[in-house]
């Protein structure tokens, strides 16, 4: 029995397939299988059974996922500790939506970064919101930035909220749209995958059927092509505010195209949390802060904008995006290739869609 076992076994209890864990630890669906067969062969059982709506506990797995939990924990919080020995810098590792991702993250830890110069070593990534507390459980991550609350209370994890926006819903300057929101083309970011997102949440709530939905690698490439005419964007108000202004994107006032929403985050509890982590929490409360998360554009000059890793990965080939598109035939539903988007045919299969979109590597220099 191995921590590697364990940490298999914990993500895949906690996401509820094979799939889900292997994009949280950034490596094959094979060797998640392959770890959580060693598990159960050293154990003498099962532990989890795939059913008609994903993985399922036996009796035994119940018992262990407690247990292996904290092993988990004990292993992370072995590694920090010999990093620290070590003289290594502090990490401090960031998830969030797409669309958080996009305007906001690299601004906000860049600002941070400069508060702490060479201690602290910053690594952002993009997640779905179902998976987010579970990063942050599970010492993947320290930090998670979303518009939802985590769903399971035993995680042991505090959420707070740290700002309030608006979702609306954009077009081109001169509105040419006819019939109503559910004949119109919607043109979403990633998180337009994920159900549990504000952009997933309006789009559900509109009724708006998967074959009218199209993907773009991000929120930026969603409005241009609103800007074109064909069709709609959802759009964070603040952030679309400058075009707007400028006339090449108007509102469209209907009922329930604007949601008002929050933005949260998600971190151990005050007792666990570390010293990077506490600092960029109460970071997140200073005037500086709110204004980069209202204001992004402002917040990096250009030649120092370092994208998210996932919007390198989203610039694939075709050939690569055939090929993967083949291997997981859910993916061929989401994907965003060189030629333009694709319908968004499998709305509600959110962890699949954002498979290739999960890059937590990018690193910060400080």
């Known amino acids: 029995m191995t921590l590697t076992q364990l940490n298999a076994f914990v993500l895949v209890a906690r996401l509820g397939s094979v799939t889900a864990a292997a994009n949280a630890l950034g490596v094959s669906e094979s060797a998640v299988s392959q770890a959580l067969s060693a598990l159960r062969l050293h154990m003498g059982d099962q532990l989890v059974t795939r059913g008609p709506v ?18 988990v924990v004990l292993g992370a919080e072995a590694h920090a500790a010999v990093r620290a020995a070590q003289g290594a ?9 797409s669309t958080i991702a996009e305007f906001v993250i690299s601004p906000l830890t860049e600002a941070f970064s400069k508060r702490f110069p060479g201690s602290v070593e910053v690594s952002a990534g993009v997640a779905v919101t179902k998976e987010m507390s579970v990063l942050v459980a599970n010492r993947l991550a320290d930090v998670a930035i979303s518009s939802a609350m985590p769903e399971d209370p035993g995680l042991g994890l505090m959420t707070e909220p740290i700002f309030k926006y608006r979702l609306v819903v954009v077009t081109a300057g001169q509105p040419r749209l006819r019939g109503g929101p559910r004949q119109w083309l919607w043109f979403v970011d990633p998180s337009g995958t994920d159900p549990g997102s504000e952009t997933g949440q309006m789009l559900t709530g509109l009724g708006i059927p998967e074959d009218q939905v199209r993907v773009f690698p991000n929120q930026t490439a969603a409005w241009a092509a609103a800007a074109d005419g064909t069709g709609v964007a959802p759009a964070v108000e603040h952030l679309v505010a400058q075009r707007l202004r400028r006339g090449e994107l108007s509102r469209v006032d209907l009922p329930g195209c604007k949601l008002d929403a929050c933005w949260y985050v998600t971190l151990l509890e005050r007792q666990y949390q570390s010293a990077a982590v506490s600092s960029f929490r109460r970071y997140l409360g200073t005037s500086e802060a709110m204004h980069l998360m209202r204001s992004p554009a402002g917040g990096v000059p250009p030649s120092r904008f370092r994208p998210p890793v996932y919007v390198t990965i989203w610039s694939l080939g075709p050939a690569r995006i055939r090929r993967e598109s083949r291997l997981s035939p859910a993916l061929s539903k989401h994907l965003f290739a060189c030629c333009g988007p694709v319908p968004a045919s499998g709305l509600c299969d959110a962890l699949q869609a954002m498979a290739l979109v999960q890059g937590r590597s990018m690193r910060h220099a400080n």
Do not use: D, K
Request: charged letters at 10%; a positive charge.
């Open 89 to 97: 810098p502090e990490q401090l590792r960031v998830v969030s939506t």
């Open 54 to 71: 994903g993985m399922t506990l036996t009796a035994g797995g119940s018992r262990l996922l407690a247990t292996a939990s904290q092993i």
